[in-house]
């Protein structure tokens, strides 16, 4: 007998996954007197921040190791969030896990900034990357050039953007890539904690599978290494070598500024085929396959994970329409009364239009198998595009696109029913 439940699963607890081995490393480089850099680790949460000071001797170090002073002194409030996500995986936690980040990143900010007034310092100002560990998925917060980077099964993946000019240049197309790699604009800084206008951090969420490695480091490293350099490293030593390999490396390419890094191991958890599999949707949607893999993972707190099993319906005919849908994995039938109209199946998609207006659904989603689909609430679109207009104009023109598209395949669809 097939069961018709209307209502999928809620997000359940994730497998709680384990901070097996942290690195971290930092050295002055072979010219400069000062280390501006500063590192952070909190087990208890689990935390890991990166500092990288501006305004030289005496100012960029007293503003990396404020940042991750009053970053400590507010860890408490963070662990609390932590825990609430991990207990319960839901959109709503976890972009308030990530709201906290991003506050603590900005009370940090106006702590820097007083003491730079106080100190009459007015270049002093700080690069800042914190990472935190909830359930199975890795959760970041970042303002200015510190990269992370999440190394599996010999990929590197991109977890940070730069704020900065070349990267602004860039995104705009008026720097290539080999070009961006070498730009003196590198170092010129959009935002910072300390800056004068408030930071804006970004924010990203990432899925972990046993044997990740996550790569956090000042730009001594990334400017001194390329990614493929790196990615060598990584994969040819354990982790303590690797760390010491990837500093010597640096050293040795470049060495004129300071040079820190963090690599943190992760297992006892999660599942490398289904996580592998989600990223490369991802990357196939419409919607989404435009984006810069930090831009994808900072979309990831706004997707609710639902389960159905076969026969169970995800909404129906009539029902009010507020979300969009992303299927992962197995296959949703589409039907309008007894007309089955599509059959959506894993990187596919629907319900676009929900996210731009209200109405009730005209077709009954039904589950054809087991199926897992990730879906986008309207309220939590709008919220995306209204905090990050850049990307949401992005998003806003590649929905239309899709809309066009679908619209054109159910009128074909539709048309061809009414000749049979």
Known sequence: MVRK????????????????????????????????????????????????????????????????????????????QVRKTGLDHSSRNRLALGKNLAGTLEKTSIEVQKEAE?????????????ATLSGSDLHLAHVGNCRAWLYRQGEMLALTDDHSVAMFQYRRGKLRADELAKSP???????????????EPDLAEVSLAT?????????????????????????????????????????????????SLILARFGAGGDQASLQRRAEILQKVYLFQNL??????AIAPYLERHTLLEGQELFREGDPGDSFFLVLSGSVRLRRKDV???????GSHFGELSLVTEGPRTVTATAMETT????????????????????????????????????????????DLERT
Do not use: W
């Open 292 to 297: 810069a893999e930090p831009e994808r993972r």
């Open 118 to 130: 106080r100190a009459g310092a007015p270049r002093m100002g700080a690069s800042v990357l914190m």
């Open 340 to 346: 089955q109209i599509l059959e959506v199946e894993p």
């Open 5 to 80: 439940l209307r209502h999928p699963s809620k997000p359940g607890i994730d497998p709680q996954m384990q901070l097996e081995e942290v690195v971290a490393l930092t050295h002055t480089g072979r010219v400069l007197e000062t280390n501006e850099d500063a590192l952070l680790r909190l087990e208890e949460i689990p935390l890991l921040c990166i500092a990288d000071g501006l305004g030289g001797p005496g100012v960029g170090d007293v503003a990396a190791q404020l940042a991750l002073e009053v970053i400590a002194a507010e860890a408490p409030r963070l662990a609390e």
């Open 372 to 415: 897992t689909v990730y879906g986008l609430g309207r309220a939590a679109f709008l919220e995306l595009v209204r905090g990050m207009p850049e990307l949401g104009t992005r998003l806003c023109l590649a929905l239309l696109g899709s809309l066009g598209e679908r619209v054109k395949v159910l009128t074909n669809r539709i048309s």
């Open 185 to 199: 604009l590198r170092s010129r800084l959009t935002q910072l904690v300390g800056g004068v206008a408030p930071p």
């Open 211 to 259: 044997g990740d490695l996550l790569l956090m480091c000042t730009d001594g490293l990334h400017h001194a290494l390329t990614e493929d350099q790196i990615a060598e490293i990584l994969g040819s030593a354990p982790l303590p070598e690797a760390g010491e390999q990837l500093l010597k490396a640096a050293l040795a390419a470049s060495g004129d500024d300071n040079i």
